[in-house]
């Protein structure tokens, strides 16, 4: 196969032609360029990072690791290339899923039409000739028919939260931009901002390796345990021989995992209700959440009844009434699975350790960061010599919005999404022709699935799109205002028959100042989703307009 590399030349004015253009070379960015390669396009793919990885390259904070199961998180559409891998854990660490990636990368060729240490600055869309005029930071300029983006849910960090920051005397890290190089933490004194998914994954690793941990939490979590066996011959021969069950099954479920909601709560006994709640608990997944009660997203009393189980089960752990008011949510903060559910080990163990004090921000938020640390509402200081920003993400919307893309009449993507985040499946933005899109609002990809399970079908819908479009002898390909339109109040009235619309988290962007509210995922499940994506195809693409 031809590589862009080799067949696409600079033309007048050192610009370089090509068929597509993918950004991001994370899990999505990978898998696109090797298919749209496959087709005999000139494609290549840009990076801002020095290697592939995307969410696996930029997360190497301590700690950070899968809490999707690693058989799950793997591509299906090579069985050898399945197979030929082996994972040393269920849930393994940043590393290892790193090396894994390089192995598929290496595997696959890829790296010859790939392009690192590049950002994108600007995608600018030509009417007139139904192309993409993209500019990178480093001044080049790239022409493409079609402009897909691979960049990935999160991975816009909220980094710059507050006043002083640069008055700091220590180093501040966000957790997405952790350094290649070893972070000394021994004997300092160490805050960490933020205790959701992945500030629960750093403060539970290094509570036992600095001077002193401080821990700075305002929205308490629900947490469930992680079961994290190693993996022998006998777990890699029982996950491969699976491979064609896992290939027919993960991509149908609610949330792309070999697990699915099997139970109804009406048909449940109080007894038997208990029963599965600690079977899913048991199972040190996200069982519970994902395959436990679909009930529990819907109605009050369902919700009310998990969330009890789950609270509970924390309290017993944390056994400090202080502790408990800081770190378990009650009924009057939202209910179990409308946010996103952590998994942990030990770490609510881990505020009982003598070095680890929990501060509570809720009442008394952080006003500032001073040259000592960090300073709260009341005046009160806390002296640190390093600050962890675990603070999040301007999720599905905030990396396309850092890009200066214009669409048709020079419509900026950041300004309509800053009014009303509106997509097409997930796929495409009405206005923006030939830019095809994986892990943007309103589809599974966004939050509520196995990451790697969506950004396969995905990025094989855009394929296949691409494929056909060639294939009936036409160049453009864009949403129309009315399948638009339709998708939006699909995805709305799916979203606004659950409980999660009336919490608040990033799930609903409601922790950047400012942003559209709607539920960023898609709720109707994985397997519902790509079944409309494929009548879509199907069908010829009505919800589109090809020329």
Same mark, same amino acid.
């Given at each position: 196969m031809t590589s862009a590399t080799e067949t696409a030349t600079p033309s007048t004015g050192g610009v370089l032609e090509l068929d597509a253009m993918v950004l991001g070379t994370g899990v999505a960015g990978l898998y696109q360029l090797h298919q749209l390669r496959e087709q005999g396009l000139r494609v290549r793919a840009y990076d801002a990072a020095s290697d592939v990885g995307g969410t696996w390259y930029w997360n190497r904070y301590p700690g950070a690791r899968f809490d999707s199961e690693s058989y799950c998180y793997q591509y299906l559409f090579d069985e050898k290339l399945y197979k030929d891998w082996s994972w040393s854990e269920k849930y393994p660490g940043q590393p290892e899923i790193e090396r894994w990636l390089?192995?598929?990368?290496?595997? /696959?060729? =890829?790296?010859?039409?790939?392009?690192? #240490?590049?950002?994108?600055?600007?995608?600018?869309?030509?009417?007139?000739?139904?192309?993409?005029?993209?500019?990178?930071?480093?001044?080049?300029? *790239?022409?493409?028919?079609?402009?897909?983006?691979?960049?990935?849910? /999160?991975?816009?960090?909220?980094? %710059?939260?507050?006043?002083?920051?640069? +008055?700091?005397?220590?180093? *501040?890290?966000?957790?997405?931009?952790?350094? !290649?190089?070893?972070?000394?933490?021994?004997?300092?004194?160490?805050?960490?901002?933020?205790?959701?998914?992945? #500030?629960?994954?750093?403060?539970?690793?290094?509570?036992?390796?600095?001077?002193?941990?401080?821990?700075?939490?305002?929205?308490?979590?629900?947490?469930?345990?992680?079961?994290?066996?190693?993996?022998?011959?006998?777990?890699?021969?029982?996950? !491969?021989?699976?491979? $064609?069950? *896992? !290939?027919?099954?993960?991509?149908?479920?609610?949330?792309?995992?070999?697990?699915?909601?099997?139970?109804?709560?009406?048909?449940?006994?109080?007894?038997? %209700?208990?029963?599965?709640?600690?079977?899913?608990?048991? +199972?040190? +997944?996200?069982?519970?959440?994902?395959?436990?009660?679909?009930?529990?997203?819907?109605? $009050?009393?369902?919700?009310?009844?998990?969330?009890?189980?789950?609270?509970?089960?924390?309290?017993?752990?944390?056994?400090?009434?202080?502790? *408990?008011?800081?770190?378990?949510?009650?009924?009057?903060?939202?209910?179990?699975?409308?946010?996103?559910?952590?998994? $942990?080990?030990?770490?609510?163990?881990?505020?009982?350790?003598?070095?680890?004090? /929990?501060?509570?921000?809720?009442?008394?938020?952080?006003?500032?960061?001073?040259?000592?640390?960090?300073?709260?509402?009341? #005046?009160?200081?806390?002296?640190?010599?390093?600050?962890?920003?675990?603070?999040?993400?301007?999720?599905?919307?905030?990396? /396309?919005?850092?890009?200066?893309?214009?669409?048709?009449?020079?419509?900026? =993507?950041?300004?309509?999404w800053g009014r009303d985040i509106r997509t097409t499946m997930g796929l495409m933005v009405e206005g923006y022709p030939n830019m095809l899109t994986t892990a943007v609002p309103l589809a599974p990809s966004a939050a509520l699935c196995n990451m790697t399970t969506c950004l396969q079908q995905q990025t094989e819908w855009i394929s296949d799109a691409i494929r056909a479009l060639r294939a009936d002898g036409k160049t453009v390909i864009e949403p129309t205002v009315e399948g638009q339109d339709a998708w939006v109040t699909h995805h709305d009235e799916l979203a606004n028959a659950t409980l999660v619309p009336k919490t608040d988290s990033w799930y609903m962007g409601s922790n950047v100042p400012g942003k559209p509210r709607r539920l960023l995922s898609y709720i109707g499940g994985v397997g519902t989703y790509r079944g409309k994506c494929d009548e879509e195809a199907a069908a010829g693409y009505p919800a589109f307009r090809r020329s």
């Open positions: 390089h192995y598929v990368t290496d595997r /696959l060729d =890829l790296r010859r039409d790939i392009q690192f #240490g590049t950002r994108i600055v600007s995608a600018h869309f030509d009417e007139g000739r139904g192309r993409w005029t993209v500019r990178t930071d480093g001044g080049e300029t *790239i022409d493409t028919q079609f402009f897909i983006t691979c960049a990935g849910m /999160l991975s816009a960090p909220m980094e %710059r939260l507050f006043e002083g920051q640069d +008055s700091f005397r220590g180093p *501040i890290f966000h957790t997405s931009r952790w350094p !290649k190089e070893k972070v000394e933490l021994a004997g300092k004194a160490v805050g960490v901002v933020g205790i959701g998914a992945t #500030g629960i994954q750093v403060i539970q690793t290094v509570a036992s390796q600095v001077g002193h941990l401080t821990v700075f939490a305002r929205t308490p979590q629900y947490v469930l345990p992680m079961k994290n066996p190693s993996y022998g011959e006998a777990e890699h021969a029982w996950y !491969k021989s699976r491979f $064609e069950e *896992i !290939k027919a099954t993960i991509p149908y479920t609610f949330a792309g995992f070999d697990y699915e909601f099997e139970h109804t709560w009406a048909d449940c006994t109080p007894q038997r %209700r208990r029963e599965i709640f600690e079977e899913c608990y048991d +199972s040190g +997944s996200f069982r519970l959440w994902l395959a436990g009660f679909a009930e529990m997203f819907f109605f $009050e009393d369902v919700s009310a009844e998990v969330s009890e189980f789950v609270a509970q089960k924390m309290r017993d752990r944390l056994r400090d009434q202080r502790l *408990i008011d800081i770190l378990v949510p009650t009924k009057n903060d939202y209910g179990f699975g409308t946010h996103r559910v952590p998994l $942990e080990r030990n770490y609510l163990e881990v505020y009982h350790r003598d070095n680890v004090d /929990l501060v509570g921000v809720r009442n008394n938020p952080i006003t500032r960061i001073v040259p000592e640390g960090i300073e709260l509402a009341d #005046g009160t200081v806390h002296e640190l010599d390093v600050i962890i920003l675990a603070t999040g993400f301007d999720a599905g919307t905030g990396a /396309l919005a850092a890009i200066d893309i214009q669409g048709r009449d020079g419509r900026a =993507l950041a300004d309509d």
